[in-house]
């Protein structure tokens, strides 16, 4: 069974960075997917950035630039490095995974393709 547990979320002025961690055990094999979600109060989920076990990583148009997703083989552990943070921006955050599965550009950032969820961390940017 995959947890994921989510960190680093926080108040930062816009402009600002952020790096979130999301610390995953469980999720053995070589073959699987991983992403970054958000939800804002009163919209739905959406995904800002994934990545399958081939390493390659995929972005919606509006965060290409700002987000990097990374995981940390060794340490178990996915990030997602936000820079240039706009109020926009604020909304609770998610890592997501599915094991033995590996997703297209396109399907990493889709919210029906994983099965495991972390709880969520807030991040809030002000103007």
């Known amino acids: 069974q995959v947890q994921l547990v989510e960190s680093g979320g926080g108040a930062v002025q816009a402009g600002g960075s952020l790096r979130l961690s999301c610390a995953i055990s469980g999720l053995t094999g070589s073959t699987y997917s991983v992403g970054w979600f958000r939800q804002a109060p009163g919209k739905e989920r959406e995904g800002v950035a994934g990545?399958?076990?081939?390493?390659?990583?995929s972005y919606p148009d509006s965060e290409k630039g700002r987000f990097t997703i990374s995981l940390d083989n060794t340490k178990k552990t996915l990030y997602l490095q936000m820079n240039s943070l706009k109020p926009e921006d604020t909304a609770m955050y998610y890592c997501a995974a599915r094991p033995w599965a590996y997703c297209t550009p396109v399907m990493c950032l889709r919210l029906d393709w994983y099965n495991s969820w972390g709880q969520g961390t807030q991040v809030t940017v002000s103007s």
């Open positions: 990545m399958n076990s081939g390493g390659t990583p």
